[in-house]
């Protein structure tokens, strides 16, 4: 079963608003980290915080993370049609390897 | 730094047909993954090396088997070829064994279908 869910499954905006996106955890975690996949590509890593964070910035993402309700969300500010794209959260709850969420698909329209 | 590089980019087989799916990085990474992605279902992990010499088991191995052929390369090979597994087939890299810590390198992946 997967370890994160993204919420919602999908996202649409016009450009310049702010795009909020979920992810909820099952089990305890060391890391949460965000990765972003263009139509096609691979995925790129955007950002990592670690159970003791509650809140990361890098650029114009931020992240936070509530380890009591086990859940994560991404905020991209002035969303720009280039970030069209899916999100995916991916937990360490089992160890060593990654277990990635399903993810949201983000549209911005320009 | 070509990062991480699959052949092939796309492959059509039948079912019961056999090949290889290859990934190399030029990174100096120690860890390295293989994923299957199919829609709706996010990226699963099929097998991982830690390190050169080393190869384990992810949540979903079977109908494969890898090869980690030195540092630099960790091939993906399909014995008997099933329609299930007609997948978007990703390789990714990290510096380091606790992928929890680590960024991940992706390649652009192998879209496969199996007839």
């Known amino acids: 079963s997967q370890q994160g869910e993204e919420d919602p499954q999908a996202l649409s905006i016009q450009e310049g608003e702010n795009a909020t996106m979920n992810c909820s955890y099952k089990?305890?975690?060391?890391?949460l980290q965000w990765y972003r996949q263009n139509s096609g590509r691979g995925l790129v890593h955007l950002i990592l915080?670690?159970?003791?964070?509650r809140e990361k910035h890098s650029g114009r993402l931020r992240v936070t993370l509530d380890t009591s309700k086990k859940s994560s969300s991404l905020l991209i500010t002035a969303s720009r049609a280039a970030d069209t794209a899916s999100y995916f959260c991916?937990?360490?709850?089992?160890?060593?390897?990654?277990?990635f969420g399903k993810g949201t698909k983000l549209s911005v329209k320009p | 730094n070509a990062g991480v590089t699959q052949t092939p980019k796309f492959q059509v087989l039948k079912t019961g047909q056999s090949m290889t799916l290859q990934c190399a990085q030029d990174?100096?990474?120690?860890?390295m993954y293989w994923y299957r992605q199919d829609p709706g279902m996010g990226l699963r992990l099929i097998y991982y090396?830690?390190?050169?010499?080393?190869?384990d088991k992810g949540e979903v191995p079977n109908g494969y088997n890898v090869s980690r052929l030195n540092k630099r390369e960790f091939s993906l090979r399909l014995e008997s070829a099933a329609p299930s597994q007609t997948s978007v087939y990703f390789c990714?890299?990290?510096?380091?064994?606790?992928?929890?810590?680590?960024?991940?390198?992706f390649g652009p992946g192998t879209r496969l279908l199996v007839l």
């Open positions: 990714a890299s990290a510096m380091g064994v606790l992928a929890g810590e680590e960024t991940q390198y």
């Open positions: 915080i670690r159970s003791n964070e």
């Open positions: 991916a937990t360490d709850a089992r160890g060593a390897n990654l277990i």
């Open positions: 990174m100096n990474h120690n860890s």
């Open positions: 090396s830690a390190s050169e010499g080393t190869t």
């Open positions: 089990t305890s975690i060391n890391n």
